[in-house]
Nanobody, 124 residues
Framework: QLQLVESGGGLVQPGGSLRLSCAAS????????IGWFRQAPGKEREGVSC????????AYADSVKGRFTISRDNAKNTVYLQMNSLKPEDTAIYYC?????????????????WGQGTLVTVSS
């Protein structure tokens, strides 16, 4: 069974940083692109970032470009999202998801598994 588990969320002040982790169990991430998504209260889920299986291709939403960095360590079966210069509007539940169909690209359009999410709150 494909399982993804997010961790690293929490409360941080504006301008602060957090690093989220997405760990896989039951399968290897070697042949999956991984995406990060978020859903703020009262809003629809949106894509944040995506990384290809090799890590050679990445993509970011305009709202996080220059502030967030996605990376992966396939030996640890884990993908990371480093979030810097956090803003109150980054407050959301962050989810990771796996894409097998387009694993060599950073499109993350065909998602086979989702994690349960981790809450990020940016507030003073």
């Amino acid at each position: 069974q494909l399982q993804l588990v997010e961790s690293g969320g929490g409360l941080v002040q504006p301008g602060g940083s957090l690093r989220l982790s997405c760990a896989a169990s039951g399968f290897t991430l070697d042949y999956y692109a991984i995406g990060w998504f978020r859903q703020a209260p009262g809003k629809e889920r949106e894509g944040v970032s995506c990384i290809s299986n090799s890590g050679g291709s990445t993509a970011y939403a305009d709202s996080v470009k220059g502030r967030f960095t996605i990376s992966r360590d396939n030996a640890k079966n884990t993908v990371y999202l480093q979030m810097n210069s956090l803003k109150p509007e980054d407050t959301a539940i962050y989810y990771c998801a796996a894409d097998f169909l387009d694993y060599s690209t950073a499109s993350c359009n065909h998602l086979d598994a989702w994690g349960q999410g981790t809450l990020v709150t940016v507030s003073s």
